[in-house]
C-alpha cells in the first residue's frame, strides 16, 4: 500500500538513510513522484491517513494479483498471493474502522498507483519480476514508516489501533519483500548460472 505524496519527507529520508537493509539503489530508481517534495514537517490527519491506507492498499492487491499472474519467479507469484490475502483482510478491517468513525475511503486506486500498476503491467518475466520486487521493498519501507507515525501520533483511537495492529504484517511483509528482491536480482541469478555450469 503506497502512501506516497502523504508522508513526511524526514521520515522517509530517515527510514532510507538507515537502510533497512535495502539496496541502495532503491533510493535513486524511484520516480521523484514518490517522494514529497517539501522538506517540512508535514504530519497526516488521521483522515488522510486512513483514505491514504485504503488507496495503497488496493495497490498492493491489485500488484498482488499482477504478480500472480505476471511474475516468472516462484517466489514472486507467492508474495503476490500473500499481497492480496493480507491487504485484502487489512481494508477489510480498515473499512469497519472508517465506518464506525463515519468516514469514506476511497474505491479507486490514485492516480500515482494506477501509473505504477500500468508500468508494471508492461512487463514480463524477469523484469517484471525485478520492477515489482524493487517496489514492493520500497512501498513497505515507506508504509511501516507512516504506520508507525501513525500509531503513536494519531488521535482517532480507532484508526490509531488499526495502524498499530497492522504494523506486524507489514514488517513481515518488507522481511519477505527483501528476500524476494534478493532471490530476483540478476546477480542472483548470474551466481546460480555459473554454479551450474
Same mark, same amino acid.
Given at each position: 500500500?503506497?502512501?506516497?505524496?502523504?508522508?513526511?519527507?524526514?521520515?522517509?529520508?530517515?527510514?532510507?538513510?538507515?537502510?533497512?537493509?535495502?539496496?541502495?539503489?532503491?533510493?535513486?530508481?524511484?520516480?521523484?513522484?514518490?517522494?514529497?517534495?517539501?522538506?517540512?514537517?508535514?504530519?497526516?490527519?488521521?483522515?488522510?491517513?486512513?483514505?491514504?491506507?485504503?488507496?495503497?492498499?488496493?495497490?498492493?492487491?491489485?500488484?498482488?494479483?499482477?504478480?500472480?499472474?505476471?511474475?516468472?519467479?516462484?517466489?514472486?507469484?507467492?508474495?503476490?498471493?500473500? #499481497? $492480496?490475502? !493480507? =491487504?485484502?483482510?487489512?481494508?477489510?478491517?480498515? +473499512? %469497519?474502522? /472508517?465506518?464506525?468513525? @463515519?468516514? *469514506?475511503?476511497?474505491?479507486?486506486?490514485?492516480?500515482?498507483?494506477?501509473?505504477?500498476?500500468?508500468?508494471?503491467?508492461?512487463?514480463?518475466?524477469?523484469?517484471?519480476?525485478?520492477?515489482?520486487?524493487?517496489? #514492493? $521493498?520500497? !512501498? =513497505?519501507?515507506?508504509?511501516?514508516?507512516?504506520? +508507525? %507515525?501513525? /500509531?503513536?501520533?494519531? @488521535?482517532? *483511537?480507532?484508526?490509531?489501533?488499526?495502524?498499530?495492529?497492522?504494523?506486524?504484517?507489514?514488517?513481515?511483509?518488507?522481511?519477505?519483500?527483501?528476500?524476494?528482491?534478493?532471490?530476483?536480482?540478476?546477480?542472483?541469478?548470474?551466481?546460480?548460472?555459473?554454479?551450474?555450469?
Amino acid at each position: 500500500m503506497t502512501l506516497n505524496g502523504t508522508l513526511l519527507a524526514s521520515a522517509l529520508s530517515a527510514t532510507l538513510a538507515i537502510g533497512f537493509g535495502a539496496p541502495a539503489a532503491l533510493a535513486t530508481t524511484r520516480p521523484a513522484s514518490k517522494t514529497p517534495a517539501k522538506t517540512t514537517t508535514h504530519v497526516m490527519t488521521d483522515t488522510q491517513f486512513a483514505k491514504a491506507a485504503a488507496e495503497g492498499g488496493m495497490a498492493e492487491v491489485k500488484l498482488g494479483q499482477l504478480a500472480e499472474d505476471k511474475g516468472d519467479s516462484q517466489v514472486v507469484k507467492d508474495f503476490g498471493k500473500r #499481497m $492480496v490475502a !493480507d =491487504h485484502t483482510k487489512i481494508g477489510e478491517e480498515l +473499512k %469497519t474502522t /472508517a465506518a464506525g468513525d @463515519k468516514l *469514506t475511503l476511497p474505491m479507486t486506486l490514485s492516480a500515482h498507483d494506477q501509473a505504477a500498476y500500468d508500468k508494471l503491467s508492461k512487463l514480463s518475466g524477469a523484469a517484471f519480476d525485478r520492477a515489482y520486487a524493487r517496489d #514492493m $521493498v520500497h !512501498d =513497505h519501507i515507506t508504509d511501516i514508516a507512516a504506520f +508507525k %507515525t501513525e /500509531a503513536k501520533d494519531g @488521535k482517532n *483511537t480507532g484508526i490509531k489501533t488499526f495502524a498499530s495492529n497492522a504494523l506486524p504484517t507489514l514488517e513481515e511483509h518488507l522481511k519477505l519483500a527483501r528476500t524476494m528482491y534478493h532471490d530476483v536480482s540478476p546477480h542472483r541469478k548470474a551466481a546460480s548460472t555459473a554454479k551450474k555450469s
